[in-house]
């Protein structure tokens, strides 16, 4: 369906940034564009920046529109990405990332109100998962055609040839979305406690997500020996497993009355995804560097998945009159821990090495298990 393919191209733009400079970050760093402490700095500017502006955006997508917010999406996405590609220096280029931020505070609020407003109750959920696997598109076109044409061409046009693809998206979306309702006052929006639950689990699911994203392909090339190229495949896997996890586990989501039953599960595989990290990191060649690529397959699989079933139960429980604000709460839990995941990931790396990196992770995954655990007790009870 037209509709649905669009949703996908549009989150995957949305956080295209994100897996373009973890799957460049080999190029990045031997270029002096980026030291590695500083490659986390600039995951965390930009979801800072999604993070503070997300309940903003919420807000902005119930006045305006979806149509409207998805064309400026796409607009900022790609000129977020030629100031990236044009940046001469670390200074300008987390300026640049920073900027990326504003598309991606807006990206679930206005898809999910597409979906809402216009499939059908039992196509919901399919679609849902359909769109948030647009994100692990992103990584899959990160690791595989865009950091080839880095290696040829180097990494600013890999960075241009990006930019261009978000701008094709929002002529897309102008063309074939539905001219936008007059703009009126919002109504107010009930709170809701699961919606905080919610957002919580997202804030320690994005801890792990970002900094799997932000150093596996740095790690692979440093510590497995694993050439730029290669190493920047792990990206594709986490799109390839992401892809399947995402649009698999929210079909599974559709079928039950909470969706939220499966966020628990998802969370503990990743974290024992992460401990396989971990054992590779001790490793070292030759058994980590056979491990890493099924451990990397286990976080998109399960990690990414768990985004894509908390934004299910937003689709499945939201109105239409609030359901950007409703999803843009729970993505700024996501985005924080966008923000935080990566620099407490280089610490943790800088004083002992990347097992306790990956460690570090793990029990960001457990902690978000633990938080749907513990209310699956009180509801219980």
Same mark, same amino acid.
């Given at each position: ?24 970050? &080999? ?20 979801? $800072? ?21 998805? %064309? ?29 931020? $504003? ?77 936008? &309702? ?33 150093? $596996? ?58 401990? %396989? ?37 937003? %689709? ?43 460690? %570090? ?21």
């Amino acid at each position: 369906m037209p509709r649905t393919a669009l949703l996908t191209a549009v989150m995957g733009v949305s956080m295209l940034q994100l897996f373009l400079i973890g799957a460049l970050a &080999p190029y990045l760093v031997a270029d002096g564009s980026v030291s590695r402490g500083l490659l986390g700095l600039t995951t965390t500017a930009g979801f $800072l920046v999604a993070a503070v502006l997300s309940p903003a955006a919420g807000t902005l997508v119930d006045r305006i529109g979806p149509r409207r917010a998805i %064309v400026a999406l796409g607009a900022l996405a790609a000129v977020a990405l030629m100031l990236i590609g044009v940046a001469p220096g670390p200074a300008a280029l987390l300026a640049a990332v920073a900027l990326g931020g $504003l598309p991606q505070a807006m990206a679930n609020p206005a898809t999910n109100k597409v979906i809402i407003a216009a499939f059908e109750p039992v196509a919901r959920a399919t679609a849902t998962g359909w769109k948030q696997s647009g994100v692990q598109l992103g990584a899959l076109a990160a690791g595989l055609p865009l950091a080839g044409l880095a290696a040829w061409a180097g990494w600013r046009a890999a960075v241009w040839a990006a930019a261009g693809t978000a701008l094709a998206v929002a002529l897309w979306a102008w063309r074939i979305l539905p001219a936008d &309702p007059a703009r009126r006052p919002v109504a107010p929006v009930a709170g809701g406690g699961r919606v905080g639950r919610w957002a919580a689990y997202c804030l320690f699911l994005g801890c792990g997500v970002a900094s799997v994203n932000t150093y $596996l392909t740095l790690f692979a090339a440093q510590r497995l020996s694993l050439a730029p190229v290669i190493a920047g495949w792990l990206v594709a896997m986490l799109g390839i497993a992401g892809i399947a996890g995402r649009v698999g586990w929210s079909r599974r989501a559709g079928t039950l009355e909470r969706p939220d039953a499966l966020l628990w599960l998802l969370a503990a595989c990743a974290g024992g995804a992460a401990l %396989v990290l971990a054992a590779c990191a001790v490793a070292g060649p030759p058994w980590g560097t056979a491990l890493v690529w099924p451990a990397a397959a286990g976080i998109g699989a399960f990690a990414a998945a768990g985004n894509a079933v908390a934004m299910v139960a937003v %689709v499945r429980h939201a109105q239409q009159a609030t359901a950007g604000r409703d999803s843009a709460r729970v993505s700024a839990g996501f985005f924080a821990g966008f923000a935080l995941g990566p620099p407490l990931f280089a610490v943790a790396v800088e004083a002992s090495g990347y097992g306790a990196g990956w460690a %570090v992770v793990s029990a960001e995954f457990l902690t978000a298990m633990t938080i749907m655990v513990v209310r699956r007790e009180k509801v219980r009870a």
